[in-house]
């Protein structure tokens, strides 16, 4: 969407302002719409800004890690109350009783990897809370695997243009490839994993 690139995405954080990218970085977990939301880029994006004096850096790390937090648990606990019963249905291939058990098994493997590293990947980033709590993940390890990782990206990101932009300036111009730099670099560690896991797998 047109609206969450380059320079639209300043004026449309410079809008809406703290509550604006709170309910941003909320709903991206906690109300499952990731898929339409700019995630990373928000994240640098506000950052720039702070750096510009549109926002205010105190602020703004708090909110987005309160909001990243809030939405996460909101994913999970959903994941959890209701994953029994839509994976139940038994004339259904993809809510089925037995995804459930896969999904347990693989947080049971992979959980503080999938949790932490989730953050950094669109898309997983939003349903990864939700299977958690389908998966029956203990919250309580959830909870504190999920603050390092909010913490790490929300603080990580935002950052990230704070400085970025004063060490190198003009580098808002290039706003997209930096993000898109970004989310590359932080895939490569679990398609690593996956690819080392699925060669073992067949030897």
């Keep these: 969407m047109d609206i969450f690139t380059g320079e639209k995405l300043i004026e449309l954080i410079k809008l809406v302002g703290y509550f604006g990218v709170f309910g941003m970085v909320f709903s991206e977990t ?7 939301l700019p995630g ?3 994240l640098f994006t506000a950052g720039l800004l702070a750096s510009q004096g549109f926002l205010n850096i105190y602020i703004l790390l708090p909110v987005l890690f309160v909001a ?9 606990w959903f994941g959890h109350k209701m994953g029994d019963k839509i994976f139940s249905r038994q004339d ?3 809510f089925h009783k ?4 896969k999904a347990q098994k ?3 493997k992979y ?3 999938t949790i932490i ?5 669109p898309i997983v980033r939003t349903f990864a809370p939700l299977i958690a709590g389908v998966g029956k993940m203990e919250y309580k390890r959830f909870f504190w695997l999920d603050m390092i990782g909010c913490l790490i990206w929300s603080v990580g990101l935002t950052l990230a243009g704070f400085y970025l932009v004063k060490i190198f300036p003009g580098l808002d111009k290039y706003l997209t490839l930096v993000v898109l730099g970004i989310v590359v670099l932080s895939v490569i560690p679990p398609i690593y994993h996956y690819l080392k896991e699925k060669f073992q797998v067949k030897s």
């Design 117 to 121: 590293l989730s953050r950094y990947i």
């Design 40 to 42: 990373d880029s928000l």
């Design 30 to 36: 906690g109300l499952l719409i990731g898929v339409f």
């Design 111 to 113: 959980g503080p990897m």
């Design 92 to 94: 259904s291939k993809i």
């Design 68 to 76: 990243a937090v809030i939405g996460d648990n909101v994913g999970y």
């Design 98 to 101: 037995d995804n459930v058990l």
């Design 106 to 108: 693989f947080y049971d």
